[in-house]
């Protein structure tokens, strides 16, 4: 990506001592340059040196709609020529956040929202609301939060402790007091070493062994990724049945269940939501990342009538400054419409059939050890031994190789796990793009599957 451009060197020199990056080893930025991504439309990106690339990540699961959609661009500029600022706190409003509720709660045939600056803040909003809602309803030891082990759900505080990756949480503990974990429907390599359909879904038992051991009058709320994104596009065998075990679980014991849809949410998974996907309706919705395709920050909380009443009478003791900010609102009503108008999740859909076919291509490399997803939200997970499914040593960050691979043959495909490589382009992608990746994927595995075995010997 790098090379002696004068310009380039020169942001080259600041990153080396200015800036802190995020999730990634600062030496290497140090020793083989910054990756500066400089332009997109549609789905090709160009960095600094003018290099082209196909986004076949949306960045981070992000934009959804594609780069540069002068629709959204439109949106923001008008609305930023009107009133750049509108603070929510004490009962004031601005029309751009109101009309967003109204949008949100009509396609979702939810109640009311709750807006803040990222998918972290919306599982923050999550947590304290189920929290303050049992607190109302005169159950205050109801504070425990479920989630799954493996899961992502952010950085701060509360979604760090909600989060189930080791790595993430090591330097930071104590984490907050009052979160637990579950067993993931994790089919390729299962808690349990069984396999769907003799497991009948033990993986969902767990839970209510879970809340069976901690007392149901404690546990607030079930936080659950439909498609867990961090683990590698992992779904359960069975939406409908293991989701409905999950729902009346919650619902017999007076929990809430939350749906985190920061990733899965406005098409990525082939449906407009990926509570689709399953026969059940959550309590609350966690949104961000897409909900803007990323023209500018948003984290949504969207609630059930049930939660929204009791909140009438009593102050939610939260906010964020910046919380659905006008220019964010704004973006957020045209990407919507995007997606509504374009049936982008139809597109999604219709692509990730074919994308799958395409990836099943990939298992014939020694390395490959899965291939899955669903709509446009796919993962490979790389194995030393395809066999005993022996993981790859973290010490030879193969995700991190392929990624550098991928970018000489121009295709981004951002980093984000040690033995995985996510796919997840813009929902706009056509066959001839998906064509262009997946051959790029064989050309950059194939060279890393033979480093990985010199490494071996
Ligand atoms: C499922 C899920 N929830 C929450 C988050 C946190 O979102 P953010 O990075 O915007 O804080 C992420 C981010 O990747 C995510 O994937």
Same mark, same amino acid.
């Given at each position: ?85 509108? %603070?929510?706190? =004490?009962?004031?409003?601005? @029309?751009? !956040?109101?009309? *967003? ?5 009509? /396609?979702? #045939? ?5 807006? %803040?600056?990222? =998918?972290?803040?919306?599982? @923050?909003? !999550?947590?304290? *609301? ?5 607190? /109302?309803? #005169? ?25 189930? /990756? ?292």
């Amino acid at each position: 990506m790098n090379n002696n451009n004068k310009e380039y060197l020169r942001y080259w020199e600041i990153a080396k001592s200015k800036m802190i990056p995020h999730f990634a080893i600062w030496k290497e930025v140090i020793n083989e340059g910054p990756r500066v991504i400089s332009k997109g439309d549609g789905v090709y990106l160009w960095d600094i040196n003018n290099n082209k690339y196909i986004d076949g990540m949306s960045i981070l699961w992000v934009v959804n709609v594609g780069h540069n959609r002068k629709e959204i661009i439109e949106a923001i500029y008008e609305q930023l020529n009107k009133i750049s600022y509108v %603070s929510l706190f =004490g009962g004031y409003y601005h @029309e751009k !956040a109101l009309e *967003l509720s109204e949008l949100l709660t009509n /396609i979702l #045939g939810m109640d009311a929202v709750f807006f %803040s600056n990222s =998918g972290s803040e919306a599982i @923050e909003t !999550a947590i304290k *609301l189920a929290k303050q809602y049992h607190y /109302i309803k #005169g159950n205050p030891n109801k504070y425990k939060i479920i989630g799954r082990w493996h899961s992502y759900h952010g950085v701060t505080y509360g979604a760090l402790s909600l989060s189930g /990756i080791r790595q993430n949480r090591i330097f930071f503990e104590p984490l907050v007091p009052g979160f637990l974990h579950f067993e993931v429907p994790y089919c390729y390599r299962c808690p349990f070493n069984s396999s769907y359909p003799d497991c009948e879904l033990r993986c969902a038992q767990d839970l209510e062994r879970l809340i069976e051991y901690e007392g149901p009058k404690t546990i607030a709320a079930v936080i659950v990724e439909p498609v867990m994104s961090a683990l590698g596009s992992v779904y359960p065998p069975d939406f409908h049945k293991y989701y409905q075990k999950i729902y009346k679980i919650c619902k017999e014991n007076d929990i809430l269940l939350i749906f985190d849809e920061v990733n899965n949410g406005f098409g990525r998974t082939g449906k407009l939501f990926a509570y689709e996907h399953t026969s059940v309706k959550p309590d609350m919705f966690v949104f961000g990342k897409g909900i803007t395709s990323g023209y500018a920050p948003l984290g949504a909380t969207v609630v059930s009538k049930e939660i929204s009443e009791v909140f009438k009478d009593w102050m939610f003791m939260h906010g964020y400054t910046f919380g659905g900010h006008p220019a964010s609102a704004a973006a957020a009503i045209a990407n919507i419409n995007i997606i509504l108008n374009e049936k982008l999740y139809e597109n999604a859909h219709n692509m990730g059939l074919y994308l799958k076919e395409k990836l099943q291509e990939l298992m014939e490399f020694d390395i490959v050890g899965d291939v899955r997803g669903i709509g446009l939200h796919f993962s490979i997970e790389y194995v030393a031994d395809k066999l005993t499914k022996k993981p790859i040593s973290s010490k030879f960050w193969i995700a991190a190789r392929i990624e550098k691979e991928l970018l000489k043959n121009g295709v981004y495909l951002a980093r984000a796990s040690v033995d995985r490589t996510y796919i997840a382009p813009p929902l706009i992608i056509n066959k001839e793009q998906i064509d262009f990746i997946v051959s790029a994927l064989k050309k950059s595995i194939y060279k890393v599957q033979q480093e990985f075995f010199s490494f071996k010997k």
